[in-house]
């Protein structure tokens, strides 16, 4: 069984900073795309950012800049730096870890930025 779990959620003022911390456990070796996805209420869930095994990343227009993805393959470990937060930033944040033909998902944590 796989699992994947998320934390570093909370509340934060805007202009804040937060990281977010992803790991990934069970039977799974060589993960390839590790990445994060955020749903606000009422909104599609949308893909921010994403870290392929060999260090190529990508980012959603508006977080350009801002965030910053990274990883630590030996840990199965994906994390996400976020500065500068603001408002439109609010969501339940997801992990998502790609191996082979699967996907696996967290639980999601929540990003709070309001004064």
């Known amino acids: 069984q796989v699992q994947v779990v998320e934390s570093g959620g909370g509340l934060v003022q805007p202009g804040g900073s937060l990281t977010l911390s992803c790991v990934t456990s069970?039977?799974?070796?060589?993960?390839?795309?590790m990445g994060w996805y955020r749903q606000a209420p009422g909104k599609q869930r949308e893909l921010v950012a994403v870290?392929?095994?060999?260090?190529?990343?990508n980012y959603i227009d508006s977080v350009k800049g801002r965030f910053t993805i990274s990883r630590d393959n030996a840990r199965n470990t994906v994390y996400l730096q976020m500065n500068s937060l603001k408002p439109e930033d609010t969501a339940v944040y997801y992990c998502n870890t790609n191996h082979s033909i699967y996907n696996y998902w967290g639980q999601g944590t929540q990003v709070t930025v309001s004064s």
């Open positions: 870290t392929t095994r060999g260090g190529r990343t």
């Open positions: 069970g039977n799974v070796f060589s993960i390839n795309a």
